[in-house]
């Protein structure tokens, strides 16, 4: 089923309404769908190399604005919340951070954690929806969905941009890895600069 809903996103990244479908599927990403935004993304910029900031900046408004309704959901429905989580595995990771996130400690952790969750390839409405749960600040929040989501799909834009379909091959096999090592290293350099503040 996720393989016929990718293609059939692929599809739709050659319609006219594109920009529409990406809005679209960066907003459900955020709180429920399981396809991430990228797939669409590469073909679109691919086919509409001028228009690359355009669609970087769709992706990221949409994907931030789709975490806020993750956050609701987390936030008033309790039960729902638990069958995504619980869907993905995250369960008691959610109960370990409602107990550290009274510590300074625990909140440090949990906005690397968010940050992370935005630009690699976890699945960030796990992270959206347990924001809500732990009734985490809501500004602070948004915030992190758009640098983090925004550094992601500029990154993808961009080099999809310059490095045209080359570019699809190279992030099929080793996308996921790339983003998780660099997500990192921000997160770290990020670290740095706070203790350094």
Not at 151 to 172: A, D, P, Q
Request: charge should be positive.
């Amino acid at each position: 089923m996720l393989k016929k809903l990718t293609q059939k996103c692929l599809g739709l990244a050659k319609s006219k309404y594109s920009e529409y479908v990406l809005a679209l599927i960066s907003f459900s990403e955020s709180s429920f769908f399981p396809i991430p935004p990228d797939i669409i993304i590469v073909p679109m910029v691919v086919a509409k190399k001028e228009g690359y900031k355009k669609i970087f900046l769709i992706a990221t408004i949409f994907s931030s604005l789709g975490g806020l309704l993750g956050y609701f959901i987390g936030l008033f429905f309790l039960d729902i919340s638990m069958i995504v989580i619980e869907f993905y595995g995250y369960e008691q990771k959610v109960f370990k951070l409602q107990e550290n996130l009274s510590s300074k400690g625990g909140l440090l952790l949990w906005l690397g954690t968010l940050f992370l969750a935005g630009f690699t390839p976890l699945p960030f409405k796990v992270f959206t929806i347990t924001s809500g749960i732990v009734n985490f600040n809501l500004a602070i929040f948004f915030i992190v969905c758009l640098v983090s989501r925004g550094l992601r799909f500029f990154i993808v834009s961009y080099l999809s941009m310059k490095f045209g379909e080359n570019f699809i091959y190279i992030f099929e096999k080793n996308g996921a890895k790339w983003f998780a090592s660099l997500g990192i290293l921000i997160l770290i350099f990020g670290l740095i600069i706070y203790f350094l503040i």
